[in-house]
């Protein structure tokens, strides 16, 4: 088993910084998501930790063992690593034992012991009876599976696992995530999983790692960076958070006092009165009330459950989304809205 040091790791290609200077601590044993937009460095981060690509600057531990460094990397083969690739990457003329037997036997592991793995491998992931089919004979689902019982077959002590799951439908998708908690907790391997969907790394991880541009932006629990975020990257990708800017007025029961579009607001964080800060709010802290910040609502679009409405507010330039579950407003309506939660993010604004 081994947790995962990056300190300083950076990666170019040619102009592009594709990893700036990451600092992360994976602990031994933990689930933790690395989310981000698409282009990010997510597949690169996991690529560096494989072994598959040789850093720029900075240094890689697994386990408490120097693997990478600028310019030099321990290959793949010498670390005790997995990936599961997003594109399966099976061998379509090897059965399904072939194919996970196969690293086996390239590594010199004996046919008994080969032969036990193997049906091990197969019995976790739910594909005991599938061993002499071939890979255009199983589903989306069930090919996916078999990549993982390749990569679990060979035991290794951190398990990377690129987008597993992102080319199977919703409902798939949705099984899937309570088995891969499962092989988790059975395993008990490190395991990074990359995803750009920000559900399932909520759903998955123990921690969540959310990278922009290259570079690390914040690593929390779920819970925490949701109701936390530390920077605007990280309101506006996690939960669909909006930014209004607040200046601070002062502290009331271990609440912030605030003011925001022209309205007092009571909301979470710390700060000094006089502060210019933005203050983070979703559309599900957002109501409409008698009193509060007046607003023009500018669509409401219908979707079952609740109408999404939208609105601008009479002293603000951002759009305002909010859920309503009651008799919807009109476009052109002049509304309240109040704030039921909202959260300040750390930084000063122009700091
Ligand atoms: N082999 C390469 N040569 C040149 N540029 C590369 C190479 N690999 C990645 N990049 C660039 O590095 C940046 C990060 O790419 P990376 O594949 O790590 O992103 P990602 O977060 O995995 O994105 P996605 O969610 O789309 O898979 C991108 O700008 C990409 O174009
Ligand atoms: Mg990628």
Not at 14 to 24: H, I, S, Y
Not at 112 to 119: N, S, T, W
Request: charged content about 20%; glycine content about 12%; proline content about 5%.
């Amino acid at each position: 088993m081994a947790g995962v040091t990056a300190s300083g790791l950076t990666k170019r290609f040619g102009r592009t910084e594709a990893l700036k200077a990451v600092d992360l601590a994976i602990e031994d044993g933990e689930f933790l998501a690395l989310l981000g937009p698409s282009g990010c460095g997510k597949t690169t981060l996991l690529r560096l930790l494989a072994g598959f690509e040789v850093p720029d600057a900075g240094e890689l531990r697994l386990g408490g063992q120097i693997v990478a460094r600028a310019g030099w990397a321990l290959p793949p083969e010498a670390r005790n690593v997995g990936m599961v690739f997003q594109s399966y990457a099976l061998w379509p003329h090897m059965s399904v034992a072939g194919n996970v037997a196969f690293a086996l036997r390239v590594r010199g592991v004996a046919a008994g012991e080969r032969r036990r793995r193997v049906a091990e491998a197969l019995d976790l992931v739910g594909l005991g009876g599938f061993a002499e089919r071939k890979p255009a004979q199983l589903s989306g689902g069930q090919k996916q599976r078999v990549a993982l019982a390749r990569c679990l077959a060979m035991r290794p002590a951190v398990v990377l696992l690129d987008e597993p799951l992102a080319n199977l439908d919703a409902h798939l998708r949705e099984s899937m995530q309570a088995e891969f908690r499962r092989f988790h907790r059975e395993i008990g391997a490190t395991f990074v999983y990359v995803t750009h969907d920000q559900n399932e790394a909520m759903a998955l991880a123990d921690r969540i790692a959310v990278m922009d541009r290259g570079a690390l932006q914040q690593v929390a629990a779920p819970q925490s960076l949701y109701r936390e975020p530390a920077t605007e990257m990280v309101a506006r990708f996690v939960g669909r958070g909006m930014l209004l800017p607040a200046t601070v007025r002062g502290r009331q029961n271990g609440f912030i006092v605030a003011e925001a579009l022209g309205s007092p607001v009571c909301v979470r964080g710390s700060g000094e009165a006089g502060e210019q800060r933005l203050l983070c709010v979703r559309p599900a802290d957002l109501g409409l009330g008698a009193s509060g910040i007046a607003a023009r609502v500018t669509a409401a679009t219908f979707q079952g459950a609740a109408t999404v409405v939208t609105v601008l507010a009479e002293a603000g330039e951002e759009a305002l989304t909010l859920e309503c579950h009651g008799a919807p407003p009109a476009e052109g309506d002049l509304v309240h809205v109040c704030l039921r939660d909202g959260w300040l993010l750390p930084g000063k604004v122009g700091a």
